[in-house]
């Protein structure tokens, strides 16, 4: 059973940093593209950043651009999200992601609540 499983949300105030992680288990993704999407009540999901396997290249929504930083460990099949200088906006839950066979994102863990206060 594949798995992808968040961690490392929470609350913090405006300003403040968290480090989203995401492990994943029952499928190795060695080739997939990772991201995180985020959703707030009533919106559709959205894409904040994603990276490839092949060669690191990444991609952020621009509202969140010069603040939050992905990476990945292709070894460990993990992928992070270093989010600084929150806003209350960023406020959400906050969904790994990665690739399947066919390039689109088919995988997603539960989700973790991130919650900035201002």
């Known amino acids: 059973q594949v798995q992808l499983v968040e961690s490392g949300g929470g609350l913090v105030q405006a300003g403040g940093s968290l480090r989203l992680s995401c492990t994943t288990s029952?499928?190795?993704?060695?080739?997939?593209?990772m991201g995180w999407f985020r959703q707030t009540p009533g919106k559709e999901r959205e894409v904040v950043a994603w990276i490839t396997r092949s060669d690191g290249s990444t991609y952020y929504a621009d509202s969140v651009k010069g603040r939050f930083t992905i990476s990945r460990d292709n070894a460990k099949n993990t992928v992070s999200l270093q989010m600084t200088s929150l806003l209350p906006e960023d406020t959400a839950v906050y969904y790994c992601t990665a690739t399947g066979g066919s390039g689109a994102f088919d995988y997603w863990g539960q989700g973790t609540q991130v919650t900035v206060s201002s």
């Open positions: 029952g499928r190795t993704f060695r080739s997939a593209t």
